[in-house]
């Protein structure tokens, strides 16, 4: 749970959350593992339950996309696509599956998931989201 919102945490790697970190910060990281603080409205990214240990929105090096103010909003981080990228490929050049977005955004190349993406895992379940949100604003 969030020390601040008490909205549940997504658990996340140290080695994540050491690369997204400012650097000047990763010595503070210490080699716990994290939580990622779920909330949208929260200031809180990354936290340990059992330290006071965490790390704000501005000491991260990438908006993570479901907080409030996200800008801009990565979908896929590994290769910079936004939200609105997505939602245009599929409004404006029909796109309807992953595919299509790789095709037309190129997404998901080169993932280091693990490194870039805030929540150390790949973004291809957040791009099936947005791909079904972009359909029923359609
Ligand atoms: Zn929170």
New binding site residues.
């Given amino acids: 749970m ?6 549940a ?1 997504i658990p996340v790697k140290n080695t994540t959350v050491r690369h997204l970190v400012h650097n000047k910060l990763a010595d503070q990281v210490g080699n716990k593992d994290y939580y990622l ?3 949208e409205a ?3 990214v990354y ?1 340990q339950p059992e330290s006071d240990v965490r790390f704000l929105q501005y000491q991260v090096k990438v908006p993570v996309w479901f907080k409030k103010g996200a800008d801009p909003k990565y979908i896929c981080y590994c290769s910079k696509v936004t939200e609105e990228a997505i939602m245009d490929a599929v409004i404006d050049y029909n796109a309807k599956t992953i595919k299509d977005i790789i095709k037309l955004t190129g997404t998901m190349q080169n993932c280091k998931c693990e490194v870039e993406n805030p929540t150390g895992k790949c973004c291809a379940p957040v791009v099936q989201q947005t791909i079904k949100k972009a359909l029923e604003a359609k």
Wanted: include cysteine; charged fraction near 20%.
């Fill in positions: 969030c020390p601040v919102c008490k909205k945490g603080c779920s909330s929260c200031d809180i936290f």
